[in-house]
């Protein structure tokens, strides 16, 4: 977006005009010009890149502005790389401020020069903005109304499912039943039903059958489908509503209507609808300031009418279907079963597929995660191939250039939630917001795009390897997977800002074949790269705020590594560095230390300790911008010391460590009390008998979500029941004799997972009523003395996933097994043969499982189990 890239310039001009001193006459003013330009430019922007699509002229100027955004940005920086230095003071400072300005007397009027140059770019793209608003007046903000002037039809995707024939659908036949019935139930009060889901998954085609039903026209009086979409315009909106409800009933549309403001349109619609049974549906309401901005259309009254909404919008659908007593349907994709009937319905090859394209079908099928408008672009288009193996392997290969763009296939990347934010942060993409840290804005992002649907929160996923690479005329981020090949290596980089590179076996020095190199680079994803020593060159990028060597063979950061002085995050996990040099205390923006590497042991009494961590500088306490430190390592003299440091990281939000001595326990206490911002702790002994002592924390950091503790425990720590913000806890080798765990963590409120690895040697687990209520996954292992678990009916009401592994005592499911009516999967590894043996005769009977109702049942490596009707 051209606002992103304009917003990230703006925050650059401030550091560069404290520079006045070192700039030529003049020239700070004209800069002050071009950065008020683009201020006055935001304003429009903000709904220019909504609609650009729209107007292929302004689709041009907006490439102009985020290009110029970009081009002035890399001047500043540039400068700022050749102008900022620090003098000192005295009279030494004085002299070599004069021999500076000698020095740099050249660089100071090519500034002069680039300024002018810019500033002439920079009119002319005024000069372009002036012309859209004469052309179309003063945009509004928001989503409600954005202007008269933009008013153009628009091809939406959506108006194809409107004409899908019902017998070509599938799936859709329980949603439609429970829709129909929720609609005609008979209540007076107006509700709102709203229909949520990502896009794609066939919300619009799925409402407009259910609008369509017979049932339904005959219940309702008036009846109104409206599409909302992203950019809609509230008068033509209205005015839409208008001419259905009087068309309907082959009344004429009131005089004057074209010319009517919004109050007075609302008013007719109001008027029109007052104590009468209707259904309006809108469709594709993007946020709750659309939504607000004609939910007061409508008239309350007490007839049974119903409003429909579909929305990628978890969090309006709720809103608004609270507000007016109605109820939600959140979209499911299709299962397995359905998306093959569909698939195999679309190619042609009705329900049966060539054994010769059935591995191909299948992956292809797997790509498309269920979404009924993917299933059908992708199906549409092999049925042109005529069943070609070659043709088809190609569209599994490309499918974004086989479909030309076309949005109905969104190709999807699995990346990691910290690892996102972090990335986000270090381009420079989020704004500050006072009272929250930078990552927690970009969280509220990352959010924000879940509840819409855009982003998906995914297991594992794979994606075909690319093979070739085609450079844009300037380039500010690439992405290289594996290797180069076929690409033009003489290509310049100068204005590259973001490098991710994975597994890539070249330097580089590659790519950095121009004067300027990589110099202007913030981003650097070197993953899994064949590097055995920390690459040199690295340490130019003095604009470095993000440094990944995560998977590499380097094992030592070099002592200069604090000439990165931007550096926020620096990410060395599973490398074989054990130890940061003392310069990394120069690096006073660092937020995130990931160094940490896992030791592959089979033995399960050694779990605790797969984790290995780093040797800290001492002093790490100066660090006071940390949010992250994964995972330090105490078991040496300056342990202690170490530990004490910690309590100085006021900004901590995520502590790992390692190899923690018995002595250590009063001074991590310590540390941990003032650490009130901490949200995950992970706290691992130095051996298999050493003790975790943390009793002497009085006072627990109370926003923790995440706690681990690795190691022997006398007892359950007596502060973790008033956690109440506890989602996960995971307790390994604790080896607790005579004192339950479950006593002290069941009534946490909001813990939805619980691990005890070698936690427990008693006998019995009594799980009971009222206990463990949001609980959502349980995992029961290696604990050697059990024989018996008890649940209590009430206990664990959400509970979906069981593991039950190395138990060799048990010898019996878990008495009140039948009272987990929500347990979907139940997984049983390294059980009793007395265990198995009786599983298996109720498989073959046939009746505990059905009424079990668990979808899987794993034993071992096998699947069995109940499953759509059959015994598998």
């Not at 194809?160 to 009060?189: F, M, N, Y």
């Not at 230390?593 to 050694?606: F, K, N, T, V």
Request: aromatic residues 8%; glycine residues 6%.
């Amino acid at each position: 977006m051209a606002e992103t890239a304009v917003f990230h310039l703006l925050a650059n001009f401030a550091p560069f005009l404290q520079q006045e001193a070192h700039l030529l006459t003049g020239v700070r003013n004209e800069i002050e010009y071009i950065r008020d330009e683009f201020n006055r430019m935001m304003s429009f922007l903000r709904v220019a890149d909504a609609i650009e699509e729209n107007d292929p002229e302004l689709k041009v100027w907006v490439k102009q502005v985020r290009e110029a955004a970009y081009d002035i940005g890399d001047v500043l920086d540039l400068f700022m790389l050749r102008l900022g230095h620090r003098h000192g003071h005295g009279f030494c400072g004085f002299l070599r401020k004069v021999s500076y300005f000698i020095k740099t007397s050249r660089t100071r009027h090519q500034i002069a020069f680039e300024v002018q140059r810019m500033k002439s770019k920079v009119d002319n793209i005024s000069k372009g903005h002036q012309r859209y608003h004469d052309r179309y007046g003063t945009l509004e903000q928001g989503s409600s109304s954005r202007s008269t002037g933009f008013n153009k039809a628009r091809h939406d995707c959506r108006g194809d499912a409107l004409l899908l024939d019902e017998a070509e659908l599938v799936g859709i036949d329980e949603p439609k039943s429970q829709l129909i019935t929720w609609l005609v139930h008979e209540d007076p009060r107006l509700k709102v039903l709203s229909l949520s889901g990502m896009g794609g998954l066939g919300k619009t085609t799925l409402v407009k059958k259910v609008f369509d039903d017979v049932v339904v026209k005959k219940h309702f009086q008036n009846h109104a489908w409206i599409t909302v979409s992203e950019s809609f315009n509230i008068k033509e909106l209205l005015k839409g509503m208008i001419q259905q409800l009087f068309e309907e009933v082959r009344q004429p549309v009131p005089q004057g209507v074209e010319y009517m403001n919004t109050n007075s349109l609302k008013g007719i619609i109001k008027a029109f609808l007052q104590q009468k049974r209707y259904v309006l549906v809108f469709d594709d309401v993007w946020d709750i300031h659309a939504w607000q901005s004609f939910r007061y259309v409508f008239p309350i009254g007490n007839c049974g009418s119903q409003v429909v909404l579909t929305t990628r919008n978890a969090d309006l659908a709720s809103f608004s279907s609270k507000e007016y007593h109605g109820d939600v349907y959140n979209l499911q994709p299709l299962p397995p079963k359905e998306s093959w009937t569909l698939f195999c319905r679309k190619t042609s090859m009705e329900n049966s597929c060539p054994s010769y394209l059935e591995g191909l079908s299948r992956a292809i099928l797997k790509r498309c995660e269920g979404l009924r408008l993917a299933i059908v672009a992708i199906s549409g288009l092999l049925s042109t191939k005529d069943n070609n193996v070659d043709e088809w392997d190609k569209i599994n290969l490309s499918l974004g250039a086989e479909l030309g763009g076309n949005d109905k296939l969104l190709k999807d990347y699995l990346i990691e939630h910290g690892r996102l934010i972090r990335l986000w942060v270090a381009e420079g993409f989020v704004e500050m917001k006072a009272g929250m840290t930078i990552e927690e804005v970009a969280e509220g992002y990352l959010n924000e795009l879940i509840n819409r649907s855009i982003v998906q929160v995914a297991q594992m996923r794979s994606d075909g390897r690319v093979q070739t690479y085609l450079w844009p005329e300037k380039v500010r981020r690439l992405s290289i997977h594996n290797h180069l090949e076929n690409t033009q290596q003489s290509k310049c980089f100068t204005r590259l800002r973001s490098l991710l590179m994975f597994n890539a076996t070249h330097s580089l020095s590659m790519l950095a074949l121009s004067n300027d190199g990589l110099q202007l680079l913030t981003v650097l994803e070197l993953r899994g790269a064949f590097l055995e020593t920390f690459p040199n060159d690295v340490l130019k990028l003095l604009q470095l705020r993000y440094l990944s060597l995560r998977g590499t063979n380097v094992k030592i950061i070099p002592k200069s590594i604090g000439k990165l002085q931007n550096l926020e995050t620096l990410d060395l996990k599973d490398t074989h560095v054990t130890e940061l040099p003392d310069d990394m205390l120069k690096l006073q923006r660092l937020r995130h230390i990931l160094l940490y590497h896992c030791i592959q042991d089979p033995a399960p009494s050694l779990r605790f300790q797969h984790h290995c961590g780093f040797k800290a500088p001492t002093e790490i306490g100066s660090l006071s911008s940390l949010q992250t430190l994964c995972s330090i390592e105490t078991n040496h003299d300056n342990g202690t010391i170490l530990l004490g440091e910690v309590g100085k990281l006021a900004q901590l939000r995520k502590l790992q460590i390692e190899k923690l001595r018995n002595e250590d326990g009063r001074v991590l206490c310590s540390s941990l009390e003032k650490l009130s911002n901490l949200r995950s702790l992970v706290v691992r002994a130095i051996g298999e008998d050493d003790i975790i002592d943390l009793d002497s924390l009085s006072s627990p950091p109370q926003l923790l979500r995440t706690l681990y503790l690795g190691g022997s425990l006398h007892k359950v720590p007596h502060w973790i029941p008033s956690l109440h913000s506890l989602v996960r806890v995971i307790f390994a080798c604790s080896k607790l004799r005579d004192v339950d765990p479950l006593e002290s963590l069941q009534g946490l409120p909001n813990l939805v997972e619980l691990q005890l690895h070698q936690t427990y040697e008693g006998e019995e687990l009594y799980f009971k009523a009222g206990g463990f209520q949001r609980l959502v996954r349980l995992y029961l292992g290696g604990l050697k003395g059990l024989r018996w678990v008890k649940v209590e009916v009430g206990s664990m009401p959400h509970l979906k996933e069981l593991t039950i592994s190395e138990c060799e005592l048990v010898e019996e499911l878990p008495s009140g097994f039948e009272h987990l009516t929500n347990l979907k999967t139940l997984y049983l590894v390294d059980m009793s043969n007395e265990l198995i043996s009786s599983l298996n005769k109720d498989l073959e009977g046939g009746n505990y499982w059905k009424t079990a109702n668990i979808p899987e049942v794993w034993i071992g490596n096998t699947k069995c189990g109940y499953f759509e009707g059959n015994y598998l």
